[in-house]
Nanobody, 120 residues
Framework: VQLVESGGGLVQPGGSLRLSCAASGSIFSINAMGWYRQAPGKQRELVATIISGGSTNYADSVKDRFTISRDNAKNTVYLQMNSLKPEDTAVYYC???????????????WGQGTLVTVSS
């Protein structure tokens, strides 16, 4: 099972980016999916999460600017980031809590990360 992120890059302040993360492999079900980020010299922090039923949770710093969504049929989670600020610069990591076949055990999986740079 692996998570593959895409969509990072360089954007000017006030701009937008959309991150995608697709889960693949022997997956039975996916519970929560989310995005975390780690800026240089800082600890990894929660950005947003979404559970299978659609309920979402956001860090205060991104509320009203970022939107998390998921396509359960595609095992994919998205992060639409608007009104980006220089302080949003970080490596963004995708995370998923899922049950795999054939063990049917719950496990947590991380993506490799995608760099988002907000700079003029």
């Amino acid at each position: 099972v692996q998570l593959v992120e895409s969509g990072g890059g360089l954007v000017q302040p006030g701009g937008s980016l959309r991150l995608s993360c697709a889960a693949s492999g022997s997956i039975f079900s996916i519970n929560a999916m989310g995005w975390y980020r780690q800026a240089p010299g800082k600890q990894r922090e929660l950005v947003a999460t979404i559970i299978s039923g659609g309920s979402t949770n956001y860090a205060d710093s991104v509320k009203d600017r970022f939107t998390i969504s998921r396509d359960n049929a595609k095992n994919t989670v998205y992060l639409q980031m608007n009104s980006l600020k220089p302080e949003d610069t970080a490596v963004y990591y995708c995370n998923a809590g899922l049950v795999t076949r054939p063990s049917y055990k719950y496990r947590e999986v991380w993506g490799q990360g995608t760099l988002v740079t907000v700079s003029s």
